[in-house]
């Protein structure tokens, strides 16, 4: 059973950048770079948004047109943590953030559609105008 653990929510004013972390554990904690992980967003009343991803290895990348230049994944595989760093961040990014993990590694362009295997319960973001 794999567990995500999301950290680093929380409320700031329109421009700031944040950093989310997602703790990956479970009896599979050993092996977290065989596992691509990710970030979907959901704000009220709104579809839940694919945002960014990266491989197992963490030399492949993707992220949503709509964040590239703002947004960026990276992880930490001695640490089983997977980070999402956000910066010049809108009101519109105001939404409930969630890690995901997949139980293959590979990641590919079609990596929104994807059926991602391990959800973590999600941290709140809200940005103030």
């Known amino acids: 059973q794999v567990q995500l653990v999301e950290s680093g929510g929380g409320l700031l004013q329109t421009g700031g950048s944040l950093s989310l972390s997602c703790l990956f554990s479970?009896?599979?904690?050993?092996?977290?770079?065989?596992?691509?992980m990710g970030w979907f967003r959901q704000a009220p009343g709104e579809e839940r948004e694919f945002v960014c991803a990266?491989?197992?290895?963490?030399?492949?990348?993707y992220c949503a047109d709509s964040f590239k230049g703002r947004f960026t994944i990276s992880r930490d595989n001695d640490n089983n943590i997977a980070n999402l760093r956000m910066n010049g961040l809108k009101p519109e990014d105001t939404a409930v953030y969630y890690c995901?993990?997949?139980?293959?590694?590979?990641?590919?362009?079609?990596?929104?559609?994807?059926?991602?295997?391990?959800w973590g319960r999600g941290t709140q973001v809200t940005v103030s105008s």
């Open positions: 990266i491989s197992g290895s963490g030399f492949t990348t």
């Open positions: 995901v993990a997949d139980s293959a590694s590979a990641v590919s362009a079609s990596v929104a559609r994807r059926p991602w295997d391990y």
């Open positions: 479970g009896r599979t904690s050993r092996t977290f770079s065989r596992h691509a």
